[in-house]
């Protein structure tokens, strides 16, 4: 269960129920609960979430349920049967907001939709989580994270020449979960300011169209795509990577050109650069990225990482080092801000990160990771079923009352 967090956590007293699977929803709801609200999951009887399912790297549970689940309470149930149903509607006519991020029209199918829910229940906020919208020409297409970066133009500016990539996270469900985390607050706040619960919807495609809106706008107005330029910048030079005389890499990000003069005249001891008509301005560079990589390259292939970063510093040029996934939770400004709480995943402590915004005062509600179907009896109990009710929607397959994953 979540910790206590001593009445104090700005959601506390708010309920979410969440009809949630894979990243996107599960995503917004999670960090409702590291607010203190009170999250419902809920979850198929074979097997759950099938995020569950992904890998199975953390003490046997997926590394992607874990990241998305802490502090939640789990209710395994078949909300295709009637009574699975019923005790969804209990729930939700209880709850300050309803989540949910099924297939398309499966929640119109059971009555749970917008329009339906706001009027039986005027107060519940309801979120909806979509592939590309709930109208329009692709409203009853399916969406998954890789489809999603391809058809808002994500892949034609990822990877290196002719070869795409797709990025290294599920960047178009984490844009979507943000969109409807911040969607649900504001409803939050307008219900709390007016009195009335406002629908929040979110697709997948629109969230991410919205974080490629640079390049689309370069490529609009300038008519040229942007290249594929792997870790470099597309239009910014220089800017990426570069390897040292002891082997590490060391990526650059010059911004403007009071930085290119310091670090031409204090990084690689070559102030006549700055003034070479090929790299004078940020366009003059990108336009010349070969010749300049090449030039700085072969100064940075005499000097120690150590030697190279000290310049960096003194100069007042941003830098970065690769860091290894694995190496990250023991990350220097993480560990130095006491970034790092732990939480329980399958009968194991783990370290969990805190929530990148800080509110002073607060301190976040981090809770373990739920067990499949942990919850449900406790959670039937408060909706008035006795324990022989419960035994009976066990035997039946409504709900699944074992902890056990």
């Known amino acids: 269960?979540?910790?206590?967090?001593?009445?104090?956590?700005?959601?506390?007293?708010?309920?979410?129920?969440?009809?949630?699977?894979?990243?996107?929803?599960?995503?917004?709801?999670?960090?409702?609960?590291?607010?203190?609200?009170r999250v419902i999951k809920i979850e198929r009887l074979d097997g759950g979430d099938f995020a569950r399912g992904y890998d199975r790297s953390v003490h046997g549970q997926s590394s992607y349920f874990v990241w998305l689940n802490r502090g939640k309470e789990s209710l395994a149930l078949d909300v295709k049967q009637p009574e699975g149903q019923q005790i969804l509607r209990q729930l939700v006519a209880d709850a300050d907001v309803f989540v949910q991020n099924?297939?398309?029209?499966?929640?119109?199918?059971?009555?749970?939709?917008?329009?339906?829910?706001?009027?039986?229940?005027?107060?519940?906020?309801?979120?909806?989580?979509?592939?590309?919208?709930?109208?329009?020409?692709?409203?009853?297409?399916?969406?998954?994270?890789?489809?999603?970066?391809?058809?808002a133009g994500l892949l034609s500016v990822t990877g290196i020449g002719d070869e795409p990539a797709r990025t290294g996270v599920s960047i178009a469900d984490i844009a979507a979960g943000m969109f409807a985390y911040s969607g649900i607050l504001t409803a939050l706040y307008v219900r709390a300011t007016t009195g009335r619960a406002r629908p929040v919807s979110v697709s997948l495609f629109e969230a991410l169209a919205e974080w490629v809106s640079q390049p689309a706008y370069y490529a609009h107005f300038s008519g040229v795509r942007p290249p594929r330029t792997g870790a470099r910048h597309a239009t910014i030079a220089p800017y990426?990577?570069?390897?040292?005389?002891?082997?590490?890499?060391?990526?650059?990000?010059?911004?403007?050109?009071?930085?290119?003069?310091?670090?031409c005249r204090d990084v690689v001891n070559m102030p006549e650069m700055a003034d070479d008509p090929r790299f004078a301005t940020n366009p003059d560079r990108v336009a010349h990225r070969d010749d300049l990589e090449t030039a700085i390259s072969a100064v940075l292939a005499t000097m120690t990482t150590a030697e190279t970063t000290r310049r960096l510093d003194a100069a007042g040029v941003a830098y970065g080092r690769m860091t290894d996934a694995t190496g990250l939770f023991s990350h220097?400004?993480?560990?130095?801000?006491?970034?790092?709480?732990?939480?329980?995943?399958?009968?194991?402590?783990?370290?969990a990160l805190l929530p990148p915004v800080t509110l002073g005062g607060v301190d976040p509600a981090l809770g373990d990771v739920p067990g499949l179907g942990a919850h449900g009896p406790a959670i039937l109990r408060e909706l008035g079923y006795?324990?022989?009710?419960?035994?009976?929607?066990?035997?039946t397959g409504i709900v699944l009352t074992s902890t056990s994953e």
């Open 102 to 151: 099924l297939g398309p029209g499966a929640t119109a199918r059971m009555g749970l939709d917008a329009t339906t829910l706001a009027e039986l229940h005027p107060r519940l906020i309801v979120c909806d989580i979509t592939g590309y919208g709930q109208t329009g020409p692709w409203s009853d297409r399916k969406a998954y994270d890789l489809l999603v970066q391809a058809e």
């Open 240 to 263: 990426g990577p570069f390897l040292t005389g002891d082997g590490e890499t060391v990526l650059l990000a010059v911004q403007n050109d009071r930085e290119w003069r310091r670090f």
């Open 1 to 37: 269960m979540r910790q206590d967090s001593g009445g104090t956590a700005p959601l506390a007293g708010i309920t979410v129920v969440g009809l949630e699977q894979a990243v996107a929803a599960p995503y917004a709801t999670r960090q409702l609960a590291d607010l203190g609200a």
């Open 332 to 351: 220097p400004v993480l560990t130095g801000r006491d970034r790092l709480r732990q939480v329980s995943a399958a009968g194991s402590r783990i370290d």
């Open 386 to 395: 006795d324990d022989d009710a419960i035994d009976t929607l066990s035997r």
